[in-house]
């Protein structure tokens, strides 16, 4: 007796224990939501706060074991570091992000993993990663169904052209996004805010081909989003380039006033890269106005934070700056110092256009140093490197103006092919469902013809006396197993049964007890062998009974005993 209460007691406490644990699962998974939701807006205003929040809520993930949020709080760790200028470490979460991703086969987190690992590898110089990560995410943000994605990809290839000096595609993916921002109906702010920084990039390639009067209008309509939508960075990054802008015209004070304007901004918003670029920005702004010395202390302030947190993609220009300070300070040997590592970012990170100026710069740097040999070295890199660029643009100008019709027709072609597409796979649809329903018809088909395929078994196994019972059985299962008229079927036997007892009970004063048993079995179809199996008497004394029933009824040896019966 105790030992029986000793086993209810364990089983009552492991219950127990495991409703405890599911409790506790349940408590845990609505806590990791939580801190989900909180890291939406945490990652972005207090990324240090957001990163002790997403180590604390992976712990809980771990313990839950919910791989899904596992790879999320990867994503939400590698922003953190991204937001702190933390490189490296946020390469590292953003790689091993996407292989979960990549595991559990979800497109549209491994598409947001691949983008911001290109912007990582962009902002550390690899250009052809970045755009190599752009150009994975693009058909797996399509096949999630986001498309509302794309027109910020076609901005980040833009934005990795620029630094490879690719103008023509640049130009290209600037206005690739803005046909895509078109097709989608009432944008949200994420989209406004893509869009804010297209029409930027737009007046910062006018400000490049030197087009001031067409650069202004895209500069101001970004601005004017930028303000609306409360996005401080973002207007920074407009008033820098409106700064470089009235710099080209001449009109210093105005763009010292937008230069300090953004890095004050930038600053507030902790974007150490944009802070870097735009030191550097004010220290060639001194330099063009003469202040050699100015220019110097801003363009290393721009290199100390630049190299500080490994942004390699702004580095070349600031080196470029500060060769220029050295050459016109007559400083030759820091000159040359700082040009050649300029070189070396610029081919590192691809920087194709900033190559070209460096090269121009140290031919000038080497006649002024008279060494004609070197000098005409960097002029003829100078030369085959603006000749490539050129050329590459050439070429792409007279593809898009020479085929311009061929890709006109080129899309109409693709429209169409893609309603045929559609329209092939609405078909398909129905014919999988048409095939499914007659597959599930054989099924039942094939479940009836095994249940009789069951019984016809059983009536070939049964002893002898028992085969007439199982082979009526069988007849009434294959009836209603194949679909026959089952309810006519019955009712025709009842009937059957019904005028055989009526003939039987007029033929009663005629025949036996054992002669009308035997006409009531073949009634029913029974066989001699099967009348004698039934009866447990001899085939012969059937038989005997069957000739003495035909006499008394006076048939003639070619009538049927069985038809005559059922007939009276």
């Not at 046909?179 to 920084?197: F, G």
């Not at 304007?261 to 507030?268: G, I, K, S």
Request: hydrophobic share 35%; glycine share 6%; aromatic share 4%.
């Amino acid at each position: 007796m105790s030992g029986h209460s000793n086993t209810s007691n364990s089983r009552n406490g492991s219950e127990q224990s495991s409703v405890r644990h599911l409790s506790s699962s349940a408590t845990m998974a609505d806590e990791l939501q939580a801190i989900l939701t909180e890291l939406e807006t945490l990652t972005i205003e207090q990324p240090r706060q957001a990163l002790a929040q997403a180590l604390r809520a992976e712990a809980i993930a771990r313990e839950i074991k919910d791989k899904h949020s596992l790879a999320l709080l990867l994503l939400h760790q590698g922003q953190c570091h991204y937001n702190c200028s933390e490189l490296r470490p946020a390469l590292e979460k953003f790689s091993a992000g996407l292989r979960r991703f990549s595991r559990l086969r979800d497109a549209f987190y491994q598409a947001v993993a691949l983008t911001r690992l290109g912007m990582v590898h962009l902002k550390l110089g690899n250009l052809n990663k970045a755009l190599e990560c752009n150009g994975k995410s693009l058909p797996l943000y399509r096949q999630a169904g986001r498309p509302e994605f794309i027109p910020e990809i076609n901005l980040r290839a833009a934005t990795i052209h620029y630094y490879q000096g690719d103008t023509a595609a640049r130009i290209a993916s600037l206005k690739q996004g803005m046909n895509e921002l078109q097709r989608i109906t009432d944008p949200p702010d994420q989209l406004l805010h893509t869009k804010a920084s297209i029409l930027n990039g737009m007046g910062v390639h006018y400000i490049e081909m030197n087009e001031l009067k067409r650069a202004i209008p895209y500069l101001n309509n970004a601005l004017q989003l930028y303000t609306e939508l409360g996005i401080a960075d973002g207007r920074a990054i407009v008033l820098g380039n409106l700064g470089k802008v009235k710099a080209r015209e001449g009109d210093a004070d105005t763009a010292e006033d937008y230069l300090f304007q953004a890095l004050e901004l930038f600053r507030e918003a902790g974007k150490i890269d944009q802070v870097g670029l735009t030191l550097s920005t004010i220290g060639m702004l001194y330099f063009e106005r003469g202040s050699l010395e100015q220019a110097e202390m801003w363009l290393n302030k721009a290199k100390s934070d630049l190299t500080a947190h490994g942004i390699d993609v702004y580095l070349a220009e600031t080196w470029l700056g500060l060769g220029r300070v050295y050459r016109a300070s007559r400083r030759f040997d820091e000159a040359l110092h700082h040009l050649q590592q300029a070189l070396t970012v610029a081919r590192r990170c691809g920087e194709r256009r900033k190559e070209l100026e460096v090269h121009r710069e140290l031919q000038l740097l080497y006649d002024e140093l008279q060494r004609p040999a070197d000098a005409l070295r960097h002029l003829k890199e100078y030369t085959t490197l603006e000749g490539e660029l050129s050329s590459a643009e050439e070429q792409r100008r007279i593809l898009e103006s020479g085929y311009g019709d061929r890709l006109v027709k080129a899309r109409r072609k693709r429209e169409q092919s893609a309603a045929i597409l559609d329209e092939l796979k609405s078909q398909l649809a129905q014919r999988q469902e048409q095939a499914r329903d007659l597959y599930a018809q054989l099924e039942q088909n094939e479940a009836r013809l095994e249940r009789i395929r069951r019984h016809i078994r059983a009536a070939l196994q049964a002893p002898q006396q028992a085969k007439a019972r199982h082979i009526q059985n069988l007849r009434v299962e294959m009836t209603r197993e194949l679909g026959l008229d089952s309810a006519g079927s019955q009712g025709r036997h009842r009937r059957g049964e019904a005028n055989g007892d009526d003939v039987l009970a007029r033929l009663s004063c005629r025949l036996t007890s054992t002669e009308a048993a035997i006409c009531r079995l073949l009634l029913q179809g029974c066989s001699s062998k099967e009348i004698a199996a039934a009866l447990s008497v001899a085939y012969r004394t059937v038989e005997t009974h069957r000739r003495n029933i035909r006499k008394k009824l006076g048939l003639k040896p070619y009538q049927n005993l069985a038809s005559h019966i059922r007939n009276l």
